[in-house]
């Protein structure tokens, strides 16, 4: 080999570690930006509350109902299950504030209301299992985030609203790729940060920004950035988001509590839905659980899996928003 090859080939390694350095360091300040504004914001929000006034938090449940003493805009359906045992804090998924509306766990109350402390036996958990589902997607993004390197230029898209019928929870995602195939180990790769995720027991926190401040969290995001006009023209300019650890997403809510409620999960398919741009694809990537503490057996829950593959009936990614679909960015 001459010493000119060798100085080409030397120089092309260079430069692709250097890229992929570049990748690298870029994709870790983005996320690093996107968290220190979420803090500052969430700490301004918390300043801005002045003078603290009380409200009272009608508890209606087991053992007994009960009225608790609470501060308005600080204290959350959280404390309240403080103040009741341990065992609530630990079962309660969402709440359910004057017994219609579904309320974050970690979600400050604002004024005086009822307050029911939802897990996954109460008589009619619809409510808590549509949390539960839009949870799943949610925790997708951040476990893909996770499972793929930063050179592999992941973009995620959006995950439609939660569909139980449908057997699958979902998050659509783009790639500079049209060919991609995932491997069962590679399925299981991305499994198995779901679990880690939920092993890790992480507080899901809720954030309504204005939408100035979203675009600058989301400026780095091509598909993200187009979306929140859509978003914020439906809500009052207002944008809600949800972090865990230092993932952050655009959801309307509500979630469960904790990422802890996550029990068995497969991701099970990775569809190749439509072509972006003339290089890459949206892939829909599709996934099954149960929250944690059910058991099911290997049998029944292949089942789950099985279904769990087929193609979702979710509005496809590179559909356009329609105002009544809009909010379904969960």
């Known amino acids: 080999m001459s010493a000119a090859t060798k100085l080409h080939k030397t120089s092309w390694c260079a430069l692709r570690q250097l890229q992929q350095y570049r990748t690298n360091a870029n994709f870790s300040a983005s996320i690093a930006k996107r968290n220190d504004l979420f803090n500052q914001e969430q700490r301004r929000q918390r300043d801005a509350v002045g003078r603290i006034d009380k409200i ?11 009225t608790l003493v609470m501060n308005s805009n600080i ?42 402390l939802l897990n996954f036996h109460v008589s009619e958990p619809h409510v808590v299992n549509k949390a539960f589902w ?62 880690k995720l939920s092993a890790q027991d992480l507080r899901i ?64 398919a990775a569809h190749n839905v439509a072509a972006e741009g003339p290089a890459g694809a949206f892939y829909r990537i599709q996934g099954v659980a149960l929250p944690s503490g059910f058991q099911l057996n290997h049998v029944a829950f292949g089942i789950l899996e099985e279904r769990s593959k087929k193609p979702s009936p979710a509005r496809l990614p590179n559909e356009p928003f329609e105002e009544q679909q809009q909010l379904q960015l969960s």
């Open 56 to 66: 009272e938090v009608r508890y209606l449940g087991l053992p007994e109902d009960v």
């Open 75 to 116: 204290s959350t359906p959280f404390n309240c299950a403080q103040h009741l045992s341990e065992g609530h804090c630990k079962r309660s998924a969402l709440a359910l504030v004057d017994g219609s509306v579904p309320w974050d766990m970690h979600r400050p109350l604002q004024e005086s209301c009822t307050l029911q």
């Open 134 to 195: 839009r949870t799943c997607s949610f925790m997708l993004g951040a476990a893909l985030n996770r499972a793929f390197k930063p050179e592999a230029n992941l973009q995620l898209h959006s995950f439609p609203g939660p569909n139980i019928k449908s057997g699958s929870f979902v998050h659509d995602i783009v790639l500079q790729t049209q060919t991609w195939q995932p491997s069962k180990e590679e399925m299981r790769a991305i499994s198995a940060e779901m679990v």
């Open 205 to 268: 926190e809720r954030l309504d920004v204005q939408q100035d401040l979203a675009q600058e969290m989301f400026k780095d995001s091509k598909y993200k950035s187009e979306q929140l006009p859509s978003i914020a023209q439906q809500t009052n300019g207002r944008v809600t988001l949800y972090r865990i650890g230092d993932h952050i997403d655009i959801s309307r809510g509500p979630m469960v509590g904790s990422t802890g409620f996550l029990g068995k999960c497969t991701i099970s």
